[in-house]
């Protein structure tokens, strides 16, 4: 027998002198195993939720506690896809913090959740359509709500995932499969069809992209090289990368394709988020690197030798690094490979192809039949935790972690922590974490017995579910976790019936070969409290299966009811046989015992039992203890107790038992056309039986009144009545769904269908007073309302003080907003906002989960505002206060020769210019080194011509074959280029040229002369004018002066303010130090909040001169009324004394407030 032990946090006080509190049971769902359509169906998002498809269902897993934080239903069919909400913008009262996930179904439908309150936001369709991709718009502080969809038959489909509005749609005459959007570039995405990839360039949330964009083609060409040792050397190499060279555009004349690369063969397609350009084609042998600018392939990854095959990859944004699943379960690290770096440089130099190291690899796990990989997701805060979703439905969890050769681990948050620490240890993947999912059905389930007064104060809603495998395992429906999974029988668990709150019986036995043979029944008795299992009849031999166990209602019998032979009477409390019917006795087809005992034997037998737990064999773990208990118990002479059941005739008996002696009292007649009865259940004075042909029937015994329902569904498998004194409910489960009743009016509540309202049902049984607990024929368990329609309810019905991760997406607006200004200014204190009760709760939890955040010591401003945004699951907050903190702190740097800190590799264009300059200048030459067809030269002659580089550009262009058509273009140019490097009288006329080149549509013919002649600013100018900004940006940052530089920074700050890209500007804007226009920009975005605390940063660190003091004055006024409006009256008051005179009346009335509420506190005090 195995178990899973509970963190310490959650043990359970049982001290009476704690104030128990009774745990609440919300609608959910309890996950099972996956079904293929739920493949690849997982997405972990900023704010460290996991969510994944499991059939119809959308699952959302808290990886802090590793437990399941909300389900979500909705979906009619299979989920295939889900989405986390990119939060790339500014957050206030307008755009507040949510949780935001989309998912699409098989039906090609998309569900736009709210997923604190299990709402749907917008339901998007598109008819006769299937889903195969589904991705958020990036770029633009206003895009955050565009949702892009690809469908079948290459329907391309723009939706606002807020008010479900479609904006655009596009539909291509190829049939595309995937697309990948450019993180680095908003407006191009590319696709993947069949036989050719797709690059569209105009994306953008107004109109849909015109044209059909460029069709590219995979080609192999024969692998070559000039020096005859290198080619030697780089054979293998060769014979890995199967010749192919180079990605070409379609028609291109220059180039033959010899054999096309099958891309139906193409596993998945998708953009580096940290190196610019560059794609991954991930095929089950080989990873490719394309670069998709000079439409090259760059490099491969190949399988290792008898390594498993990929499955897919994920690249990391923080460094050129690299997450890739293998079908074995095992992931791999790799590490983009430095020449000078090994003895692999040199093949790797000769080659020039980009390669990848692995760091480490995953151990494989140990995959059965049903529990293949299903998806992988990473982190994506801290780069460094990977998920792998299992078929079964689990969950692991590895961790990137530096490991010393002392074997001790240290705790890293994120990847570049983890890479920077590498030369000092070795870098591991190592298991952190395991979420268990229901075993495989089909499943039985049965709740403890329900809360009363006598055990409120130490009542746990357990589940005891059991499956085929043997196992039985047990789940508390206040928080839907896994609280053990106990390995009882080696065959299906038949049935399972409760003896206490924490004891249970279950029963086993093996499939039958045929109608009517004899088996193995198993029984034992389980206590979850020990773990301790007690087997009962263990002498039994093969025999009639049982078809079910009933326990007394004092606790003090159960019965043993076989399928073909009499059954037995059972001492519960001594676990002894009292006796066993003869063969005489009449076949039993249903049996229940009576509810009806008179006070005083109640009151004896709790007299009886022991008073601080109801399991009394289990009560202590001392032998001696046990056995003296055993002894007096079995010195007490047992009470009387009654029980009715049916024959094959239908006829009613009622007996009464008192020790081994079982009375016949009565026998009824059945009532005419009453056919077989399959079950029965009694309350109070309500018997109510079932039979074979689905009717019910009602015996009232104190108004002796008799009523049939038939129901005509076929046959009754249970009724159950719902707990709670004078809840007269009873559910009746047929083989085509259930239905629920009241047994005192005789009316029907509400009913469900198989397959039209639920998949086929198991079993079934009440959780509570007003909620069921269904295990269907999907594998799943849901807990549900009265209704049967509803499996989710909102996270705030659920709150688990000590188990709550710190998620503020769950506050409303302005109580989110409120809590960030205490973490932002810790010193200043939050004021207490009235708010509704089960707000208040919330927030009071979230406060107790936030001091878990601490700050690092000595934080200044930027510090805990990076920190706060990376809590707070703000990645668009995040990286721009990654990237002030670098430009900040530059000057402290400069002082210190042995910080080499450095902007991550996603950050390229705001990276400092001789930074970016030798970035490019080493893409320059992997290009250089890659030219296969006169385009790749062309292109790396005027990139070098660019970049000042005008001797090699002039060698490129020599080393044009005679034979080629662009022989003698290419000679001319060399000469020019030549005589311009040494002539300056001819300036006038080269620009003039340029002029006209340029405004004739050859742009880039003509900013290659003006570059020749010192004239960079002029073509800087002219990129702009042409709308090239970002190429005009390159020019700017790897030729210009710092003054040239900043003029044309500054114009492209501009232009993106216009296109409402705010946040982006003003990091541009950082970069050459304009730290006045910064504020200036975020002030007049009304980024209240981020201004102050930016203003703050660069007085912090003496960035802003004083002569911008009205400047100041303003972003500090307006952020105190905002911290007002918040409730954070303390911090406002602050920033009201920085104001001034300006600020008086808005301090007047802050000081008022604070007056009233510390002299409220001081009367209650008093009181």
Not at 213 to 222: N, P
Not at 929 to 949: A, E, F, P, W
Not at 1090 to 1102: I, M, N, Q, S, T
Request: charged share 20%; hydrophobic share 40%; with cysteine.
């Amino acid at each position: 027998m195995s178990s899973l032990k509970r963190p310490c946090s959650e043990k359970r006080i049982d001290d009476s002198a704690a104030n128990p509190v009774i745990k609440r049971i919300s609608s959910r769902i309890l996950p099972g195993a996956l079904i293929p359509a739920n493949k690849d169906a997982v997405d972990w998002g900023f704010e460290s939720l996991l969510a994944y498809g499991c059939h119809k269902h959308v699952v959302v897993i808290d990886t802090k506690y590793t437990q399941v934080f909300q389900t979500l239903t909705g979906h009619q069919h299979n989920v295939t896809k889900v989405s986390w909400s990119r939060n790339l913008h500014y957050h206030d009262l307008v755009n507040p913090y949510h949780l935001k996930l989309a998912s699409a179904d098989t039906s090609g439908t998309v569900l736009v959740w709210d997923v604190t309150q299990a709402t749907v936001r917008s339901t998007l369709t598109e008819p006769d359509r299937t889903l195969l991709e589904l991705g958020w718009l990036l770029g633009g502080d206003s895009n955050h709500h565009l949702l892009l969809a690809l469908y079948s038959l290459g329907t391309l489909v723009l939706w606002h995932a807020d008010t479900g509005t479609q904006l655009w749609r596009k539909c291509y005459p190829e049939p595309l499969v995937a697309f990948s959007l450019d993180p680095f570039c908003e407006s191009t995405v590319l696709f993947l069809a069949a036989d050719h990839l797709l690059l569209v360039e105009d994306l953008n949330g107004q109109q849909a992209p015109a044209g059909s964009g460029h069709k590219w083609s995979l080609s192999s060409v024969a692998y070559s090289t000039s020096d005859a040792a290198a080619e030697e050397r780089s054979k293998s190499r060769s014979r890995l990368i199967s010749g192919v060279k180079s990605l070409i555009r379609t028609g291109d004349n220059q180039t033959g394709i010899e054999e096309a690369l099958p891309l139906h063969e193409c596993l998945q397609l998708c953009y580096h988020r940290a190196v610019r350009h560059q794609l991954f084609l991930v095929y089950p042998k080989r990873i490719f690197m394309v670069d998709t600018e000079v439409q090259q392939v760059l490099g491969v990854i190949p399988l290792e030798r008898n390594g498993s095959p990929f499955v897919c990859c994920h690249p990391c944004w923080e460094c050129d690094f690299l997450l890739c699943l293998h079908e074995s379960g095992s992931v791999s690290a790799r590490f983009r490979h430095e020449d000078n770096e090994s003895l692999a440089g040199e093949l790797d130099h000769a080659s020039g192809l980009i390669t990848y190291d692995t760091v480490c690899i995953s151990e494989a796990l140990r995959l059965s039949k049903h529990s293949k990989v299903n998806g992988m997701a990473v982190c994506q805060s801290s780069q460094c935790k990977v998920a792998l979703l299992l078929g079964d439905g689990r969950i692991v969890f590895l961790k990137l972690a530096l490991t010393r050769k002392v074997s001790v681990v240290e705790k890293r948050e994120n990847l570049s922590s983890v890479m920077k620490g590498s030369s000092t240890g070795t870098l591991r993947l190592i298991t952190t974490g395991l979420l268990e999912a229901l075993a495989p059905g089909p499943h039985l389930c049965r709740m403890c017995p329900p809360v009363t007064f006598g055990n409120w104060s130490t009542y746990r809603p357990l589940l005891a579910v059991g499956n085929t495998t043997g196992s039985v395992q047990v789940f508390d429906l206040s928080s839907g976790t896994l609280e053990k999974e106990l390995n009882l029988h080696a065959t299906p668990v038949r049935g399972i019936e409760w003896v206490s709150l924490t004891s249970f019986l279950s029963f086993a036995y093996a499939n039958l070969i045929t109608v009517g043979s004899k088996v193995r029944n198993e029984i034992v008795l389980t206590s979850i409290q020990s773990g301790r299992v007690q087997q009962v009849r263990a002498d039994a031999n093969e025999e009639s299966p049982i078809t079910c166990i009933k326990v007394s209602h004092l606790k003090q019998y159960f019965v043993v009811l076989f399928k073909d032979q009499p059954f037995e009477l059972w001492d519960l409390r001594s676990l002894t046989l009292l006796r066993t019917m003869p063969d005489s006795f009449p076949c039993v087809t249903a049996l229940e015992w009576s509810p009806l005992v008179s006070s005083k034997a109640q009151l004896r037998a709790r007299h009886l039992a022991n008073p601080k737990d109801v399991e009394p064999i289990f009560a202590n773990s001392a032998t001696e203890q046990l056995e003296r208990q055993l002894g007096q118990q079995g010195a007490s002479p047992l009470l009387r107790e009654q029980l009715v059941f049916t024959d094959t005739e239908a006829q009613l008996y009622y007996f009464s038992v008192e020790g081994n002696v079982v009375r016949d009292c009565t026998r009824n007649p059945p009532e005419a056309g009453m056919a077989s009865v399959t079950s029965i259940a009694w309350k109070s004075d309500h018997i109510v039986l079932g039979d074979a042909e689905g009717t019910l029937t009602v015996w009232d015994l104190k108004g002796k009144v008799l009523r049939a329902l038939p129901t005509q569904r076929g046959h009754v498998k249970k009724l159950k009545f719902a707990p709670g004194k004078g809840n007269m409910k009873i559910l009746a489960l047929f083989s085509d769904g259930i239905s629920a009743w009241d047994a005192q009016d005789v009316q029907l509540f509400v009913q469900a269908r198989c397959p039209q309202d639920l998949p086929g049902i198991n079993d079934v049984d009440w959780a509570k007073s007003d909620k069921l607990v269904v295990a269907t024929s999907d594998g799943c368990i849901r807990v549900m309302d009265m209704e049967m329609k509803n499996c989710s309810s909102p996270v705030s019905n659920r709150l688990q003080t000590n188990r709550l991760p710190f998620v503020p997406q769950l506050l409303p607006p302005k109580a989110a907003l409120q809590l960030k200004s205490l973490l932002q200014h810790p010193d200043m204190g939050l004021a207490t906002v009235p708010s509704p009760p089960s707000e208040a709760s919330l927030q009071e939890h979230l406060q107790q989960a936030s001091s878990q955040c601490k700050f690092p010591s000595k934080a200044g401003v930027i510090e805990r505002s990076a920190a706060v945004a990376s809590w707070f699951g703000d990645e668009e907050g995040f990286h721009f206060w990654s990237v002030t903190h670098y430009y900040l702190t530059k000057k402290q740097r400069s002082l210190n020769t042995a910080d080499k800190t450095s902007l991550p590799l996603c950050y390229d264009m705001l990276c400092p210019d001789a930074e970016y300059k030798a970035l490019q200048l080493k893409r320059l030459l992997f290009h250089e080194r890659q030219r296969v067809v006169h385009s790749h030269t062309q292109r790396c002659v005027c990139r070098l011509l660019l970049l000042g580089q005008a001797d090699q550009a002039v060698q490129l262009l020599l080393e044009t074959e005679p034979a080629s058509e662009h022989f003698y273009s290419d000679s001319l140019r060399a000469c020019l280029v030549a005589s311009l490097k040494t002539e300056s009288k001819a300036q006038s006329v080269v620009k003039l040229v340029a002029t006209n080149l340029i405004a004739n549509g050859r742009t880039w013919d003509g900013v290659q002369l003006l570059c020749l002649i010192g004239k960079g600013l002029d073509a800087c100018r002219y990129l702009q004018a042409a709308g090239q900004w970002e190429d005009s940006v390159w020019l700017a940052k790897c030729t210009l002066s710092d003054a040239a530089n900043c003029e044309v920074i500054s114009k492209w700050a501009e232009h993106l303010i216009q296109l409402n890209q705010k946040g982006k500007a003003v990091l541009v804007l950082l970069t050459v130090g304009q730290y006045a226009r910064c504020l200036q920009a975020l002030h007049a975005a009304r980024m209240v909040e981020r201004a102050a605390l930016f203003l703050d940063a660069c007085l912090e660190h003496g960035a802003l001169p004083q002569e911008h003091s009205s400047l100041f004055q303003t972003v500090w006024l307006d952020y105190a009324r905002y911290l007002h409006s918040l409730g954070n009256k303390r911090a406002s008051l602050h920033y009201c004394s920085l104001v001034g005179e300006a600020a008086a009346d808005l301090r007047r009335e802050v000081e008022m407030l604070l007056d009233e509420e510390e002299g409220l506190a001081i009367s209650e005090q008093a009181q």
